[in-house]
T-cell receptor, first 110, second 115 residues
Framework: DAKTTQPPSMDCAEGRAANLPCNHSTISGNEYVYWYRQIHSQGPQYIIHGLKNNETNEMASLIITEDRKSSTLILPHATLRDTAVYYCLGAGYNFNKFYFGSGTKLNVKP | GAGVSQSPRYKVAKRGQDVALRCDPISGHVSLFWYQQALGQGPEFLTYFQNEAQLDKSGLPSDRFFAERPEGSVSTLKIQRTQQEDSAVYLC?????????????FGSGTRLTVV
């Protein structure tokens, strides 16, 4: 499974877009990129995943570079409730485990 | 149920005591995972079940840790002779079927404190 690299922390103003980067240069062609987040004292929450194409759902957008070595999670209008640790994960087709790493602590400020 | 349920929510154990942590996955979910999360760290994989079969237990830190899922639904993580380093949040996750492209649902975890 691909290992990922994320900045340890980021700040974002409430109402603005939060762009969280992730490097996954060792990702292979059949490995998906997943994003989860963890709000204090809760289990990780699924946000979005993708393989090659950009993806969007009601929570976020995922932009994957053409070479698939990096991606960006976009929260279009961050709220205080989006303050959490965000994890970028790589996983192959037959994966049976995630490598979470340390994630990015997103602080949304009023 | 609507989500993954874990019990107890909090557990305090004396060093040397045995503990059992329970996970009720979403009904019908085939895959079940256990993760351990130390304070300030990301979750780390412990073990994986597909139905009742334990397909991967490479993350279990010692032979004091044992997991089972005898009927392919509820799972129990047992820790024998607990040590202080076992203090962590234990997370359970389930998904409807194996393979990628499927999102996993996590429970809120059991916070184990060994004193």
């Amino acid at each position: 499974d691909a290992k990922t690299t994320q900045p340890p922390s980021m700040d974002c103003a409430e109402g603005r877009a939060a762009n969280l980067p992730c490097n996954h240069s060792t990702i292979s062609g059949n490995e998906y990129v997943y994003w989860y987040r963890q709000i204090h004292s809760q289990g990780p929450q699924y946000i979005i995943h993708g393989l090659k194409n950009n993806e969007t759902n009601e929570m976020a957008s995922l932009i994957i570079t053409e070479d698939r070595k990096s991606s960006t999670l976009i929260l279009p209008h961050a709220t205080l409730r989006d303050t959490a640790v965000y994890y970028c994960l790589g996983a192959g087709y037959n994966f049976n485990k995630f490598y979470f790493g340390s994630g990015t602590k997103l602080n949304v400020k009023p | 149920g609507a989500g993954v349920s874990q019990s107890p929510r909090y557990k305090v154990a004396k060093r040397g005591q045995d503990v059992a942590l329970r996970c009720d996955p979403i009904s019908g979910h085939v895959s079940l995972f256990w993760y351990q999360q130390a304070l300030g760290q990301g979750p780390e994989f412990l073990t994986y079940f597909q139905n009742e079969a334990q397909l991967d237990k490479s993350g279990l830190p010692s032979d004091r840790f044992f997991a089972e899922r005898p009927e392919g639904s509820v799972s129990t993580l047992k820790i024998q002779r607990t040590q202080q380093e076992d203090s962590a949040v234990y997370l359970c996750a389930s998904s409807p079927n194996p393979g990628t492209g499927v999102s996993y649902t996590f429970g809120s975890g059991t916070r184990l404190t060994v004193v």
